[in-house]
């Protein structure tokens, strides 16, 4: 009886000192990672703008930085560069860009997009950007996640990450199934980070971002983004082949 007592008491110990030690763990709301924003210098009427789920990914990426200092992003207006096809609207399709000094040379870049309308990728999407090569991209710290839901009023449900399908010292690309192979139209975003050294005192701040939604029947067609200024090049030519390319100053 004696041991079976000792047994229980130190089984109650156990899991009285877990909920001492837990409760020493405070869990992080969305409240606090608005003052963590706003603490950055982010304004206000950006920090309302900004979805759950991206201030989740700011936080975990970037908000533990005690350096962490909201960066200005400005859009440039910029030719729409392609053979054929269509401009897709901002209206149907919202890209945007946010950074955050990290530290000295540092900043982490959340390039965004959000799709307004439903939408069916044929599993021939793409989205690429680029810094320019005054920056390089720190190894091992890029993330990203895909959300998908029906209807305009649902709740996001994570799709997973994109595939990185190709990368290089500026940026990366995703293109294929994992942007989305819906059977009927849904709406989709995709949030993306990725951290960049500054390599030089005077440099070019910016950043090229594109999107292209392929809606051709068969064949398999070829994209690839650049700086100076953001480019497509398609092959081969089709019209049914849509394309957002937007560039970003960062002024710091």
Known sequence: ???????????????TLQSVAGADVKQVTLSDIDQILRDSGTPENIISGLDDELKQMIYENSGSSPELKFIEVQQEVVPQLFASGYSIPSSDLKIEVLAFSVGSGKADIYPIY???????????????????????????TRSNLIWY????????????????TGSSLTGYEHSGSSLGTPDFPIYIKGN????????????????????????SSGGTFGYSIGYGPAYISVTPSSSNVGYNTNVYNLVF
Do not use: C
């Open 192 to 215: 993306f980070s990725f951290r960049v050294d500054i390599d030089k005192t005077n440099p070019v701040k910016k950043i090229a971002i594109s999107y292209v939604h392929d809606t």
């Open 1 to 15: 009886m004696k041991r079976v007592l000792s047994v229980l008491l130190t089984v109650a110990l156990f899991f």
């Open 114 to 140: 959000e799709w307004l309308k439903p939408v069916k990728p044929k599993g021939k999407d793409y989205f690429g950007y680029s810094t320019h090569s005054d920056f390089s991209v720190v190894a091992n």
């Open 149 to 164: 839901k029906l209807n305009s009023g649902d709740n996001w449900t994570s799709a997973g990450a994109a595939t990185y």
